[in-house]
């Protein structure tokens, strides 16, 4: 007979907020790049190589900021989510990570992937190495301490015309992959009138920004309405697992048999590809289970 499941759901309990995840969206010359240097710290990973002109490498400078570009590797998603895993580890000053462009990152990614195959790609085979990285890059992302900012192109959004039922442009959205919007907590339409810049919510989780209202983006703006003393509050590392704790685990591994399937739930429960990226708490429960196992 089977057993009946378990109910898995807990408790809800209260959650401290913390920096935000958004992504930034809209055409050339709106002042994306501007706005997000007036952010705390940047840490910013310039794909386009724009940022390299001396006004810009100023302003960052004056906020306290690091630039990286394609010469350092921006244009490299296992360098850049390499960068990524080691702001998340390591004791750093920065306080914001900005994407500029994520639209470069992704596209430059399914280019040479395109190039790679040839007459071989159909079907959007040279698409899927590109939608890989950014699941890896995203699932790094939500575990790492820092304010982050996407940056992307505008492109034109297509769907069905309600009064003619023919696929018609109904809109723009970000070019870049079609999950990540739906991945982050809030997206923003960047526009300019005059010489003001707009922000338009597209889509949002944050009470601070309600879907479909306008404001005025500059930071003074954004940090009334999410909470400047969460965006500029200190970083705090994961306390990664180690090598010890590791070598207890494959140690245990060798006497106990665990299926790859048990394994790669587990892998994906802690957001982790190796034992290695795990911190030391979720280690240690895995020691924990293999020992009870044991006994």
């Known amino acids: 007979m089977t057993a009946t499941p378990k109910l898995l759901a807990r408790k809800p309990k209260p959650v401290q907020q913390g920096h935000f995840k958004a992504l930034f969206f809209g055409p050339s010359g ?9 952010f705390p710290a940047p840490y910013y990973l310039d794909t386009e190589g724009g940022a390299d002109l001396a006004h810009y490498q100023k302003k960052l400078e004056n906020a306290g900021g690091a630039y ?12 850049v989510i390499g960068q990524v895993k080691a702001l998340a580890s390591q004791p750093h000053q920065f306080k914001t990570l900005i994407f500029d462009s994520i639209t470069k990152l992704f596209q430059t990614s399914v280019a040479n992937e395109a190039e790679r ?3 071989k790609d159909a079907f959007g085979a040279s698409k899927k190495p590109a939608v890989a990285a950014m699941r890896s890059l995203v699932m790094n992302i939500m575990k790492l301490d820092m304010n982050v900012i996407f940056i992307a192109h505008e492109a034109t959004e297509w769907g069905l015309d309600a009064k003619t039922g023919q696929r018609s442009e109904i809109g723009k959205t970000a070019d870049c992959w079609d999950k990540l919007i739906y991945e982050l907590d809030l997206t923003v339409w960047v526009q300019k009138r005059g010489n003001s810049r707009i922000g338009i919510v597209r889509k949002s989780r944050l009470t601070g ?35 010890e704790e590791v070598s207890e685990v494959k140690r245990l591994l060798e006497i106990i048999k665990v299926s790859e399937e048990e394994i790669a739930k587990g892998f994906t429960k802690a957001s982790v590809d190796s034992w290695e990226e795990m911190t030391s708490e979720q280690i240690q429960k895995w020691t924990t289970y293999l020992k009870k196992k044991l006994n």
């Open 30 to 38: 709106v002042g994306k790049t501007w706005i997000s240097l007036d």
């Open 68 to 79: 990286m570009g394609p010469e350092e590797g921006s244009l490299d998603f296992a360098t």
């Open 209 to 243: 920004f309600p879907e479909g209202e306008s404001f005025a983006l500059d930071y003074t703006e954004f940090g009334e309405r999410y909470g400047k003393d969460f965006i500029e509050a200190e970083v705090i590392p994961l306390t990664l697992a180690t090598p």
């Open 117 to 119: 195959l040839g007459d």
